[in-house]
């Protein structure tokens, strides 16, 4: 089983739906960060988070530590936002991955 | 301001050969860190250097190496290249937890 679970792997939203993406993880973490990648392979830092939530624009990303879970929630979603968002952990002095999200909005 | 540069954009290597990678990260950031992604493996994390100094390690044979300036560039090393070293190599460098990470774009080495 992966430390770093992501769920749904694949999503196709409708333009202006609210989409949650959802990441699990099984180890002790110091923080959480949500990535983009767009096709081509560019990765965006969206957020780093090590407790409560953080708000960016449309995008929020929540953590619960206790339960080890967090998510990232992206409101009145566009076809810009189509891309794989990814999971990571700081632990261990290392860093750990979801195997991505694919999110496909259509216009 | 000036992103996190990498060079080669693109490299096409032999089997057996070596490859050096670089990666100039944002003025002022220090720490530089290093990830390897590939279709069947997904990301993972190769290595950080802080101040010129390894600071983490990932799980990664020895043929994997790098290093840190006093500028804070780096660079990463692959020696006897195999076929499933054909990757995206990223870099990152980091200021703090305000900042977060910034990625560059990415060095992809194919394997021959």
């Known amino acids: 089983k992966n430390e770093v679970e992501q769920s749904p792997q694949n999503l196709t939203a409708q333009e202006g739906e609210f989409i949650t993406i959802n990441c699990s993880y099984s180890?002790?973490?110091?923080?959480l960060h949500w990535l983009q990648q767009h096709p081509g392979g560019g990765i965006v830092s969206l957020f780093m988070?090590?407790?409560g939530k953080k708000k960016h624009g449309r995008l929020i990303a929540t953590i619960n530590i206790q339960e080890k879970h967090s998510s990232l929630h992206i409101t009145a979603s566009h076809p810009r936002d189509s891309a794989v968002y990814i999971c990571a952990v700081s632990a261990n002095n290392d860093m750990r991955f979801g195997a991505g999200t694919r999110l496909t909005v259509k216009p | 301001k000036a992103g996190v540069t990498q060079t080669p954009r693109y490299l096409i290597k032999t089997r057996g050969q070596q490859v050096t990678l670089s990666c100039s990260p944002i003025s002022g950031h220090r720490s530089v860190s290093w990830y390897q992604q590939t279709p069947g493996q997904g990301l993972q994390f190769l290595f950080e250097y802080f101040s010129e100094t390894q600071r983490n390690k990932g799980n990664f044979p020895g043929r994997f190496s790098g290093r840190q300036f006093s500028n804070s560039r780096s660079e990463m090393n692959v020696s006897t290249l195999e076929l499933g070293d054909s990757a995206l190599y990223l870099c990152?460098?980091?200021?703090?937890?305000?900042?977060?990470?910034?990625f560059g774009s990415g060095t992809r080495l194919t394997v021959v």
């Open positions: 180890v002790g973490i110091s923080a």
């Open positions: 990152a460098s980091y200021r703090d937890s305000d900042y977060g990470y910034t």
């Open positions: 988070l090590s407790s």
